[in-house]
């Protein structure tokens, strides 16, 4: 099993600024696996925020580009998202997700691109003015 554990969320007024973590219990999967972020408003869908693969490319929402910046530490098994100048639209639960899954030989392995099997519980992040 692949668990994701978040943290690093909270309150913050508009234009600052909060890093979020994602834990990974599995190193294989966190080093070998697209990894990416999904936030969901009260009342909106969970939408894609920013993905990064295993070799460091990322890829971010138009409404995050340029004010967020996704990494991994690999040595830690972690995911981070720096948020810098923080609206308030960006008030979320921010979800850390794997692009994996369990298969019916009972491994767990890399999917495509944005088919995320494993996903944490959530952060809230609250923007206010």
């Known amino acids: 099993q692949v668990q994701l554990v978040e943290s690093g969320g909270g309150s913050v007024q508009t234009g600052g600024s909060l890093k979020l973590s994602c834990a990974a219990s599995?190193?294989?999967?966190?080093?070998?696996?697209?990894m990416g972020w999904y936030r969901q408003a009260p009342g909106a869908e969970r939408s894609l925020v920013s993905t990064?693969?295993?070799?460091?490319?990322?890829t971010y929402a138009d409404s995050v580009k340029g004010r967020f910046t996704i990494s991994r530490d690999n040595s830690k098994n972690t995911l981070y998202l720096q948020m810098d100048s923080v609206k308030t639209t960006d008030t979320a639960v921010y979800y850390c997700?794997?692009?994996?899954?369990?298969?019916?030989?009972?491994?767990?392995?890399?999917?495509?691109?944005?088919?995320?099997?494993?996903w944490g519980q959530g952060t809230q992040v609250t923007v206010s003015s």
């Open positions: 599995s190193g294989f999967i966190f080093r070998t696996c697209k």
């Open positions: 997700a794997a692009a994996a899954r369990r298969y019916s030989d009972g491994g767990i392995y890399c999917t495509d691109d944005f088919d995320f099997g494993y």
């Open positions: 990064i693969d295993n070799f460091g490319a990322a």
